[in-house]
């Protein structure tokens, strides 16, 4: 979770180890006021630490669909398509 300077909270991260080795990026949201100022980056990066320390070596996530909003975000931070929806890189 991350919250605003006034406590507010501004984002959230979900995940899980799934499978031997594989992150799981289950949900990641910013509120609209708070997008484009790291927050996302910042979840993204305490959730694919916190998952290393359970053994994944990859950090997955699956987009709803091909033109998800979010596929920029992803791809700018090194993901690469494991299929359509699917996208991977390394821990």
Do not use: K, W
């Not at 950090?59 to 033109?67: A, F, I």
Request: proline share 10%; net charge positive.
């Amino acid at each position: 979770m991350a919250a605003g300077p006034d406590g507010s909270l501004i984002g959230v991260a979900a995940g899980g180890v799934p499978l031997p080795g594989e992150g799981e990026i289950y949900a990641l949201a910013v509120t609209p006021g708070a997008r484009r100022r790291g927050v996302g980056t910042a979840l993204l990066t305490a959730a694919g630490e916190r998952m290393r320390g359970y053994g994944a070596t990859e950090l997955r996530v699956t987009l709803p669909s091909e033109d998800d909003p979010s596929h920029p975000f992803f791809t700018r931070l090194g993901f690469l398509p494991l299929g359509p929806t699917r996208l991977n890189r390394a821990l």
